[in-house]
């Protein structure tokens, strides 16, 4: 099974995931890293250089690569539900990492990542943008205040 894990930037995908990862026995892929690493540019400078479309254009094609995996857990980019058609791509159980705004603004400004679209907007004007597609995209939806609770509400839900 693969396992997706959606969220806004800083509701905690790769922490969860790592975390979860060590207890199904699942492999763990930050589809972030593994775009920086294939691209050999960070995602800030892929941004910078090519513009937002190619980088979501990398996404979808990235997940047609997972599509060849099996148990694995893949924390993806906060903006891979921007494209519809990945939904189609992510044909395991989706997860949305749901985290107030207010408690993602505090994360997102104790972080030293570089998040090109918060450089732009503030995370409450992108989570209203997003909202809706999160929903879309979710199997599952799990309340990421507290890891050790969201783990276990996990674990039930894939029984």
Same mark, same amino acid.
């Given at each position: 099974?693969? $396992?997706?894990?959606?969220?806004?930037?800083?509701?905690?995908?790769?922490?969860?995931?790592?975390?979860?990862?060590?207890?199904?026995?699942?492999?763990?892929? #930050?589809?972030?890293?593994? $775009?920086?690493?294939?691209?050999?540019?960070?995602? #800030?400078? $892929?941004?910078?250089?090519?513009?937002?479309?190619?980088?979501?254009?990398?996404?979808?094609?990235?997940?047609?690569?997972?599509?060849?995996?099996?148990?694995?857990?893949?924390?993806?980019?906060?903006?891979?539900?921007?494209?519809?058609?990945?939904?189609?791509?992510?044909?395991?159980?989706?997860?949305?990492?749901?985290?107030?705004?207010?408690?993602?603004?505090?994360?997102?400004?104790?972080?030293?990542?570089?998040?090109?679209?918060?450089?732009?907007?503030?995370?409450?004007?992108?989570?209203?943008?997003?909202?809706?597609?999160?929903?879309?995209?979710?199997?599952?939806?799990?309340?990421?205040?507290?890891?050790?609770?969201?783990?276990?509400? $996990?674990?039930?839900?894939?029984?």
């Amino acid at each position: 099974m693969r $396992i997706y894990l959606i969220g806004m930037p800083g509701c905690g995908k790769s922490t969860l995931g790592k975390k979860l990862s060590e207890k199904l026995n699942y492999e763990f892929i #930050d589809m972030d890293n593994y $775009i920086e690493r294939k691209a050999c540019m960070f995602v #800030d400078e $892929i941004f910078s250089a090519y513009g937002e479309e190619y980088f979501r254009d990398l996404e979808s094609n990235t997940l047609k690569e997972f599509l060849l995996l099996d148990n694995v857990i893949i924390a993806t980019g906060g903006g891979v539900i921007k494209n519809k058609n990945n939904k189609d791509l992510m044909d395991g159980k989706c997860i949305y990492l749901y985290v107030d705004t207010k408690e993602l603004d505090k994360r997102l400004q104790n972080s030293d990542i570089v998040r090109p679209l918060l450089l732009e907007k503030s995370v409450y004007t992108l989570f209203e943008e997003r909202k809706d597609l999160y929903e879309f995209f979710k199997d599952i939806k799990v309340d990421n205040s507290d890891i050790d609770v969201a783990i276990n509400k $996990i674990m039930e839900e894939l029984k």
